[in-house]
DNA sequence: TAGATTGTTAATCGATTAACAATC
DNA sequence: TAGATTGTTAATCGATTAACAATC
């Protein structure tokens, strides 16, 4: 079978494809056709449909797309079909707000283990889990099948921390601090700079006023 | 004075540039060259190049670039010379988090005021900011000079109030609910979709196991 | 001056859009 | 069958990389 890479801007945006099929779904609406997804997203027509045919044909000429079979299809996709256990490690206010979030908001990403250096936390419960040593991370990551990891720690920590992770059988990375991991190719991070995103959007406040000016 | 629009491309690698002159800086190196950053950054020269001269020339030939007028001058371009207002709308356990966050971690970013519509909430101090109900906004945003709403509230309530929220005056949006704002071009949104940040990491993590399957 | 390295133009590559034949 | 709409090829557009002349 060969495999053919899926370009990242693409993947990029088959979440919003499936938040908008998840709002059509639940509005019990049964078909779409790529002008009218096309219309509410604000995308090309021919974008949706290049989007769709990188991984084989989900609609049907003269029909569209049935919009139950195309949420279910690209959530598989995207693996919302199988579980992921993770932890964090990192128990400040990120840390525990994400806890939260991660637990109720999406389903298959299971919250199992939450880790910090302070020991003054040690033994707190955050949403019926305990915070535990980082010492304890090894055994735990890989007693109970961990594959991903959240890190929200300050970048100091998190080039090192990571590479342990690596190294107990991690797969995956969600990278909260303000740092480039070094980690191997079969590792995925992603990351999420709070920081960078909040200076995109004072650069565009700033480009807009000048805009005025001229 | 003719205005070149500079892509968002380009503009999304500006912090993570920043990011490396600060601690180049901080390293105490004085001079740079596209070829040195572009060794521990993993980009090419040709593209730090390019991007810098999107704003103009700031190296010189046979010498490089100055660490410190370069880091100076990005951060001029991000407008982190100014100061930002800014407030959060749902101070549940992201919005308390991201209080804190901003306060702190990036300077120029100030945290002004907290806002929730549970009653229970009203009058609780968050990092020495109380929080209000939502019908004080208006008066804050106008009296504060506010320019900057982070939106951490559900996205049933999302729309509704970013779009309040522009009425009221303010110019860009940072949003955490998972929806599409409707905003006028003018007002700048930056969107952070957790989930799509997750999802994007499933994904990952099961191509890259079913490429070893093959 | 000679060497180094930028600023910038030209070439390449990849992603988006347009068009249309295939087909339900 | 006729109409609609996909799947897919071709055209366009934009972003990245390569190359090199300008110049410090």
New binding site residues.
Partial sequence: MEEKEI????I??LPRYFRYLSELKYAGIE???????SDIMK???????????NF??????????NVEFLHNEIGKILGLDRTHHLIIIGAGNLGQALANYVNFERRGFLFRGLFDNNSELHGKKIWGIEVQPMENMEVFVKENNIDIAVLTIPKTEAVTVAEQLVEYGIKGIWNFAHVDLNVPENIQVENVHLSDSLMKLSYNISRFESDNTK
């Avoid at 995308?43 to 045919?53: H, K, P």
């Fill in positions: 370009s990242q801007a693409v990029g945006r078909r779409v056709s790529s002008q009218e997804l995308v090309t027509a021919s974008q949706i449909r290049q989007d769709f045919n084989g044909g989900f609609g049907q000429q003269g029909y569209g797309y």
